[in-house]
């Protein structure tokens, strides 16, 4: 198991996005226990003091809201030090259409622009690894770089979701490719955790379809531990530069970390340097190498 390698990897820094509930906490608690310092990059700071104190290890608490990227470059400027893994694992399900604090959709500013704005920031103190948190919907999803908003499309919270994850597998695409030309020794990797019980679907009025799916999720889906070991997984096990990562179960529901497949459209170089060009229009932040 992946947890079982962990504590060779004691002492090295890592920084957790959205560390307070569910994937990021599981992760998170694995990686302070296994004698890490972490990073717990949190929207909601007393939470994080709080899961802080429950993980114990070395835990450091820092503001970051990838929905507002004045708060991404306050979180980058603010952080010192050397970074040994970056695990961008924060992400939403956009239950209503509505926009980030600069004016993008939800889905799309939140899972995907926030991130690349944090990472290529981040970059030049990072000195090991990359792992962005995907998801296997991304497959059948479609993406056009110049029309990230779905103005020019139908709206709606499955729609805005799997492309916000097209987006970031299309991202790590492109991240993989920069840093194998330049020779880099950061790797960058891409996962997906299956179906978690999680608290994603814990919106405003969505209580009763969020029993349904917890009730659901409880007897098919993985739970948060289970779920992390696909980022952790990443870590630790000698894979690949680029690999994304899921679960062996199945419909990939549930089950343990294997080498995963991804759709063809996730698979479009020329699609991901030209979201990569629009990202760093859009955010500001240029690869820094």
């Known amino acids: 198991m992946a947890d079982d390698?962990?504590?060779?990897?004691?002492?090295?820094?890592v920084v957790v996005t959205g560390a307070t509930n569910g994937l990021g906490m599981a992760t998170a608690r694995a990686l302070a226990r296994a004698g890490l310092r972490v990073v717990l990059a949190v929207r909601d700071v007393e939470l994080g003091e709080q899961r802080a104190r429950e993980f114990g290890g070395e835990?450091?608490?820092a503001t970051l809201d990838l929905a507002d990227l004045a708060s991404v470059r306050a979180f980058a400027d603010n952080l010192e030090g050397p970074i040994d893994y970056l695990i961008n694992n924060a992400g939403v399900f956009p239950h209503q259409h509505r926009t980030t604090a600069d004016g993008f959709e939800m889905g799309i500013g939140t899972n995907f622009l926030g991130p690349f704005a944090?990472?290529?920031l981040l970059l030049p103190r990072i000195e090991r690894q990359i792992v962005s948190v995907a998801s296997?919907?991304?497959?059948?999803?479609?993406l056009d770089p110049d029309d990230l908003d779905l103005a020019s499309?139908?709206?709606?919270p499955p729609r805005a979701y799997a492309r916000s994850k097209l987006a970031v597998m299309l991202w790590g695409l492109e991240l993989d490719r920069r840093l194998r030309v330049e020779g880099s020794p950061v790797t960058a990797m891409l996962t997906t955790p299956g179906w978690v019980a999680s608290n994603i679907s814990n919106k405003p009025g969505l209580g009763f379809a969020h029993k349904v799916v917890q009730s659901t999720a409880s007897a098919f889906a993985n739970d948060?531990?289970?779920?992390?070991?696909?980022?952790?997984?990443?870590?630790?096990e000698p894979i690949a530069p680029g690999s994304y990562v899921g679960v062996d179960g199945l419909w990939a529901l549930r089950g343990d970390p294997v080498l995963f497949g991804r759709s063809s459209a996730a698979?479009?170089?020329d699609v991901a340097g030209r979201l990569w060009t629009k990202a760093e229009e859009l955010t500001g932040a240029t690869w820094p190498r």
Do not use: I, K, M, P
């Open 59 to 61: 835990c450091e608490v």
């Open 224 to 236: 948060v531990d289970a779920g992390a070991q696909t980022t952790l997984y990443c870590l630790t």
């Open 136 to 142: 296997d919907a991304h497959r059948g999803a479609r």
């Open 5 to 13: 390698r962990l504590t060779t990897l004691a002492g090295r820094r």
């Open 118 to 120: 944090l990472t290529n």
């Open 267 to 269: 698979c479009d170089f």
């Open 153 to 156: 499309a139908r709206w709606s």
